[in-house]
């Protein structure tokens, strides 16, 4: 064991023991929005909405949720326009930078702004993050191997009106300072290659250089590095080129349709730490090696709002109601599912993400992110949410012995029959009737109102295989390749018979 990951394990253990502090959700976010609307007060946007009034209120949460109402990006770009020309308009200053989203839901690439305390805030969560690596059987020889990080490019475009654009893991590893260097790899000259396959072949060729311990990622794209490493180099595990890799942060998308093939390709049982970092913020982090819950970050710049993800907050196709309930921490419970709403230090105010989670613990306070509310199939009553799309994948693969890493679908009307069609990748052989009916009899456990959907409007469901040489094929078409783009699982009408007819 090398003394330097003795030495860093044993910071990093001092650390978590003066840092263990119960978290007090009430006063923590009540400081927390206070800060904000604080900072914000002599900002158009706190003018606007009387900022300086909420804080002399006496109920400072009761009048903020009167007077502010719930902002959907385009509401929230509203602002964030005049931000990219004009300062002190939803945050002191004019941000330097604004982060564009991969755009998941279908829409265009948004553009978040990334200020110097959010980026601070972001800092912040990791090291919290850090601190609890202790609770970990982590060796001390991860403590002193390299982190690669694959991420999108860090080679940012420069706007017009002056900021720098890219997603926001280019702009975090732009900002690395150069003593990163020393356990980061692949570099920021290799980062800044736009062009993902010429980036790939690079950390390829470099791959034998160096010791790397711990890499963070999206699943996806992180599993076709390891694979195209290992053959390139024809090993058997990719311990076997870098020996001390155990710890894997996965982040982005659900892990568990990726467990099986990341077992494959190690000899060691990882460590998996889930990650909840967008490009509104580093919300949660794994904190307990025995779930893939993670722990909130509720004293970093971020004060969280709750809809709940059921009547009381959406209609039936899952758009948010005008007047929707709305809990904030200590009103939790563990039984609900909810929309998440931000109020960050970026200049984002009740702002809905689109993600939708479920406490798992409130005792610190645990999450595992159930979906993206535009991840809800429900166009024939069925009432789907990602969450129950994943555990039904992952039950009728395991079953099957066969491995499905990402899938689509979608509800489609053709002559006059009303039919789920899916769109699995994989490259094993499959019983498509077989698998086509236990997932559907899986479905149909987890989700009575599915049940009798598939009696009552749902005549039919289809089944499409595709290899994964075929699907890196449809990303390129669609310019989806990256290391940080997310496909969406649940497609409309139009988008998924698109999807059908380049394959055919």
Known sequence: ??????????????????????????????????????TSKDTAFGKYYGFQHILESKDMLQQFQENVPIHTYNKMNFWWEQ??????????????????????????????????EFSESM?????????????????????????????????????????????????????????????YCPGKE??????????????????????????????????RMLQAIMKHHQLEYIQDIWPNFKVYASGGVAFETYRKDFEK??????????????????????????????????NHG????????????????????????????????????????????AGAWRYIIGDTIKF?????????????TKFFLNVFGSQLSEEKLNNA????????????????????????????????????NIDQEKFANLLDDKLKSLNHNYEVARQKTIDEVRLKVISKEDYTKYLEHTNKKGGQVKIQKVMKDDTIKDFLNFFN
């Open 123 to 183: 800092r912040k969560v990791g090291l919290s993050l850090a601190t609890e690596l202790p609770n970990f059987p982590v060796p001390e020889e991860v403590f002193e191997s390299h982190v690669l990080m694959l991420s999108s490019s860090s080679d940012l475009k420069s706007h017009q009106n002056g900021h720098l654009e890219g997603e926001i893991s280019g702009i975090n590893i732009h900002n690395f300072p150069d003593w990163y260097d020393y356990f």
């Open 83 to 116: 931000q990219q020309k004009f300062r002190d308009i939803t945050w002191p200053g004019k941000p330097e930078y604004f982060a564009k989203t991969s755009g998941t839901t279908g829409n265009k690439s948004k553009r978040i702004p990334v200020t110097h």
């Open 393 to 428: 994948i992952v039950d009728t693969a395991n079953k099957l012995e066969v491995s499905i890493n990402e899938y689509m679908v979608g509800a489609i009307t053709e002559n006059n029959l009303h039919n789920h069609q899916w769109i699995l990748v994989t490259n094993n």
């Open 1 to 38: 064991m090398g003394l330097l990951g003795s030495i860093v394990k044993s910071a990093v253990t001092l650390n978590q023991k003066f840092n263990s502090k119960t978290q007090h959700s009430n006063k923590t976010q009540e400081e927390v929005l206070h800060e904000l609307l604080k």
């Open 360 to 372: 798992t613990c409130l005792s610190p306070f645990e999450i595992k992110i159930t979906g993206r």
């Open 302 to 345: 971020y004060f969280y709002e709750f809809i709940p993800f059921d009547h009381r907050g959406v209609d039936e196709m899952g758009e948010i109601l005008e007047n929707p309930e709305v809990f904030n921490l200590s009103q939790v419970n563990t039984s609900d599912e909810y929309i998440l709403v931000v109020s960050t230090n």
């Open 190 to 223: 290799i980062a800044a290659i736009d062009d993902w396959d010429e980036r790939i072949k690079e950390i390829i060729k470099k791959a034998p250089e160096w010791n790397v311990g711990s890499i963070a990622g999206i699943p996806s794209w992180v599993l």
């Open 265 to 298: 390709i190690s000899n060691k049982d990882l460590i998996i730490i889930d990650t909840y970092l967008a490009s509104e913020g580093f919300f949660a982090y794994t904190a307990n090696p025995n779930s893939m819950a993670m722990k909130l970050a509720i």
